[in-house]
T-cell receptor, first 113, second 115 residues
Framework: KNQVEQSPQSLIILEGKNCTLQ??????????LRWYKQDTGRGPVSLTI?????NTKSNGRYTATLDADTKQSSLHITASQLSDSASYIC????????????FGKGTTLSVSS | DAGVIQSPRHEVTEMGQEVTLRCKPI?????LFWYRQTMMRGLELLIY????????DSGMPEDRFSAKMPNASFSTLKIQPSEPRDSAVYFC?????????????FGNGTRLTVT
């Protein structure tokens, strides 16, 4: 069964600190993996998309890594800011008919001052 | 670029009433999606349109839900009759190219409360 599991479920960190969010998936055959940021009361916004051949992709202070062998991805946030407080959703795309996007349930990050 | 526009932002209705949610995708995007988000289940795909044609509606919960896309710039999701368990945030998203390879652009959602 295609699944995407994210950990931790929630996380609280101090402003300026770094943090890493995890995503494990069992989706096959794999097409790509995406990370989205969802602010409270808003729709998700795309941060990165990584294909099988990409190990790392950055978007400002956000760096995503992908290990297709172990089927794991991480999202590293550097020098966190209050505006990073949001839910981060991992989405895996499968190579099959239709949309084939499998969503994780997200990690809720709270950055405090 | 105004992004994906959804209306209304909030809807409160009584059980048994008809609810219609509206979406205007980004101009030029050929794929449109309706998702439902709850705390328990996260984001779930309800229906996917490509070039205004429904491609995958396997996520539509039951016959009470229906969706239409009469043209490339407008889509509706209708619930009739509504039930309390339909309470959730409903998102519309659009993309260009293949949805498997292109990022989805989400609207800010409609928060539906059915009492």
């Amino acid at each position: 069964k295609n699944q995407v599991e994210q950990s931790p479920q929630s996380l609280i960190i101090l402003e300026g600190k770094n943090c890493t969010l995890q995503c494990n998936y069992t989706v096959s055959p794999f097409s790509n993996l995406r990370w989205y940021k969802q602010d409270t009361g808003r729709g998700p916004v795309s941060l990165t998309i990584m294909t099988f051949s990409e190990n790392t992709k950055s978007n400002g202070r956000y760096t995503a890594t992908l290990d297709a062998d172990t089927k794991q991805s991480s999202l590293h946030i550097t020098a966190s800011q209050l505006s990073d407080s949001a839910s981060y959703i991992c989405v895996v795309s499968a190579q099959q008919a239709g949309t084939a996007l499998i969503f994780g349930k997200g990690t809720t990050l709270s950055v405090s001052s | 670029d105004a992004g994906v526009i959804q209306s209304p932002r909030h809807e409160v209705t009584e059980m048994g009433q008809e609810v219609t949610l509206r979406c205007k995708p980004i101009s030029g995007h050929n794929s449109l999606f309706w998702y439902r988000q709850t705390m328990m289940r996260g984001l779930e795909l309800l229906i996917y349109f490509n070039n205004n044609v429904p491609i995958d509606d396997s996520g539509m919960p039951e016959d009470r839900f229906s969706a239409k896309m009469p043209n490339a710039s407008f889509s509706t999701l209708k619930i009739q009759p509504s039930e309390p368990r339909d309470s959730a945030v409903y998102f519309c998203a659009s993309s260009s190219g293949s949805p498997r390879n292109s990022p989805l652009h989400f609207g800010n959602g409609t928060r539906l409360t059915v009492t």
